[in-house]
């Protein structure tokens, strides 16, 4: 029998745990996961324990041989892994439901990606997943590590700056539902079609060529915007409505993110709204959180429930069963997914995260070149890395003034007096897990 295949998820107490089991059930017979060990802290072992359970049931019912572990000794767990997924979240909902009420209550966007509720999501993941690497670095040197912990680009550009790691791929579901959906509005076959995207994670646009090498971007632009009642392609962000001559004159398709940039007022606006009557995102995610657990529990359920996709990350974990498999059997499956720039595109830093279409070898991902955006694309995406890159270092130095640059420089935070009032408020909010810029109070 070939030796199995170790995985390690950290976080593994996340609602979106049985779609990675589904995934690995699907590939069992291309890709053997012997032992998947699901790993989770302290205040999350009530969820690890149900999802967990659940886990073993969609296993044992599938009928494949794999043991599924639990546990909340991380290092343990990394011994001699081969792959290890990142899915954590450090304060849990409660720290999201922070990230977007502050901000929401002084009239800013808080948005738990590229917000200011992204930034501090960032201040409180990069210093836990470097400490992840370094234990990665003692007990399974080998490994590749797959984040989807959110903000997905600036954890994957800590991790090569800042980690001294290379074998890290980071992902998000945004293109992977995008080739999907949008293959469907052109009424082609997924496979029939390329998508080349290139930006960063949650700023990034692309475009579609056909088998014919017909390029079908503009097409796709008018199916998808050319209309009143432009529905978007994930659960979190309700429509899809922009401003026709400004998306018409892109030739590149925009990602659902970027209703926070080219229509601010109104995203604002929606947000506000919803605030008001029913309270954040982060909330309704807890709701939402709340009824899939109910249904974990039950000791009948071995299968994934529908519900799930509710959830913005619908289709995440197949996406990361998928690279997972293509690093293994150096499958080069074309996907698109956050990694080293080296020149891929010309207007970034080297060294910097981009999230980029790429053929996963059994060497970790190759982007297809891209070069240079116009100017339409390039002052928005430049703006937005230099943003992350501050983010970044303020995460590792705790500089109040690295942090304040990253606040005030974010199109979607005014700068001034409220950028400054906010960003204190988010401090003091989430201080426990800061320690960098906290030091002699942790
Ligand atoms: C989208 C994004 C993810 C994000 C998710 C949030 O799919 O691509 O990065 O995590 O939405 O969804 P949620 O259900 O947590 O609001």
Redo the contacts with the bound molecule.
């Keep these: 029998m070939s030796k199995g295949i170790k995985i390690v998820t950290i976080g593994g107490g996340s609602s979106y745990t049985p779609e990675l089991v589904e995934g690995f059930i699907k590939r069992y017979d291309e890709l053997p996961v012997r032992e998947l060990w699901l790993v989770d802290i302290e205040a999350g072992k009530e969820k690890l324990e149900i999802v967990g359970a659940m886990a073993k049931r969609m296993v044992k019912a599938a009928g494949v041989d794999c043991e599924v572990h639990l546990t909340l000794d991380r290092r343990e767990a990394l011994k001699d892994a081969d792959f290890v997924t990142t899915q954590l979240r450090v304060g849990l909902l409660d720290a999201r439901i922070l990230d977007e009420r502050i901000p929401l209550s002084h009239g800013l966007i808080g948005q ?2 590229n917000g200011a509720g992204g930034i501090f999501k960032a201040l409180r993941t990069v210093p836990v997943i470097l400490d992840i690497v370094e234990d990665m670095k003692e007990l399974c040197p080998n490994a590749w590590l797959i984040n989807f912990t ?1 903000p ?1 680009g600036m954890v994957t550009e800590a991790v090569l700056r800042y980690g001294n790691w290379d074998k890290v791929v980071g992902l ?3 293109p992977v ?1 995008a080739v999907f959906e949008e293959a469907e509005l052109l009424g082609e076959n997924n496979r029939d079609l390329f998508f080349q995207f290139a930006g960063i994670n ?1 700023l990034h646009w692309h475009t579609i060529t056909d088998k014919n090498g017909k390029d079908r971007t503009d097409e796709l632009i008018k199916v998808m915007y050319g209309q009143d009642d432009a529905k978007s392609i ?3 962000i309700k429509d899809n409505n922009l401003i026709w001559e400004q998306v018409e004159n892109l030739h590149m398709v925009p990602c659902p993110y970027h209703n926070y940039y080219y229509y601010t007022d109104k995203m604002l606006a929606e947000e506000l709204e919803d605030f008001k009557n029913n309270g954040t ?2 909330e ?2 807890k709701e ?1 959180e709340h009824e899939l657990f109910e249904l974990y529990k039950d000791p009948n359920l071995d299968y994934k429930p529908k519900q799930l996709a ?5 289709r ?1 974990s197949d996406a990361a069963c998928e690279i997972i498999n293509s690093i293994h059997n150096d499958k080069r499956t074309t996907m698109t997914v956050s990694t080293r720039n080296n020149g891929t595109i010309t207007d970034l830093p080297a060294e910097s995260a981009v999230e980029v279409t790429c053929t996963i070898t059994g060497k970790g991902p190759v982007p297809y070149n891209f070069g240079s955006f116009k100017p339409q694309e390039r002052g928005l995406l430049q703006v937005m890395k230099s943003m992350e890159e501050l983010t970044i270092e303020a995460a590792v130095t705790g500089d109040y003034g690295t942090l304040l640059q990253a606040f005030t420089m974010n199109p979607l935070i005014t700068s001034g007096d409220v950028a400054k009032e906010v960003m204190d408020e988010l401090l003091e909010a989430h201080k426990h897990y800061l320690p960098a810029f906290f030091k002699e109070e942790n």
Aim: with cysteine.
């Design positions: 738990e990606t959110n997905a998000c579901n945004i539902n949650h994930v659960a979190n995102r982060a309704k995610v939402i509710e959830r913005g990350g619908a995440y």
